[in-house]
């Protein structure tokens, strides 16, 4: 299809043999006083081959003018939209949206060379392969990129649990949650139950197969864990305790935290106590 942009005010145009490789269709494509494209004619012209052509032919553009629908030309910017967290080894749909000259844009997901850093991304469907980040972008033939800004968050399945509803409005974490949410030590912190250990209550408030308790984890030992069990239910007031079920919620009132370096998680709760326990990833 051979196509020539006309000025509306023009009734018929010349077309130069030479510019005419073969036999086939031509289509006059019309632009207005700002150089925006507003239309071409319907049906297209059949022309000759340029070797019966021994002179400029003229046609008369006789043929309906149809609307041009969507944008004209290259997109100028490449806007890529989408979630901004997703869990790891999940899928996450994203798109492209170009901008044009003059105020325009429209869907180019379809028409995008896709990249991504910590996955596989397919016209838009992005498959998550690692926790971390993961830059998502896409390319035109004319090499106009866009690309998620900022990065998007790659999160465990046990973050993504232990967030809770919070995880789905974008937050960080609070007492509503299912849990705490320990980012440097990649833990889980949770309330447990009166008369539940923390081998139980990380297995029962987190999915089966998804959890264990940590007995590693070093803020068992010191007032850090104030912090979470602040976070978890919102009790301020916070003392130590030597016992090996520290740190604990004590009568819904006052945490604990553990001032020994002595730690189990199989230790059941005195009377009064709820344990708060730190829950990793299975290997």
Known sequence: MFTYTVNPAETEVTIDPNLVLGKGPVRFQFKDEHGNFTGFTEPAITIESNLSMTDNDIYNLGGEAVE??????NPISIQVTGPG????????????????????TQDVTSQCTWTATGGIVNNGAFSSTATGTAIISCATPNMIIGYTNPPVAVISELEATCLGDDFLLGGTGSAKDRGFWDGPNDA???LGESAKNCTDTCDNKLPPNVADCDINNATWNDDNACNVCTALTGVVPCTQD???????LYNGSLCRYRASSNASC???PASLQQRICACVAQP
């Open 68 to 73: 041009v629908s969507g944008c004209i030309g």
């Open 85 to 104: 967290v997703v869990v790891e080894g999940s899928n996450a749909m994203y798109a492209a949206t170009g901008a044009y000259a003059n105020n325009c």
């Open 188 to 190: 889980c912190w949770v």
């Open 242 to 248: 030597i016992s090996v079920q520290a740190p604990f």
């Open 266 to 268: 199989s230790a059941m």
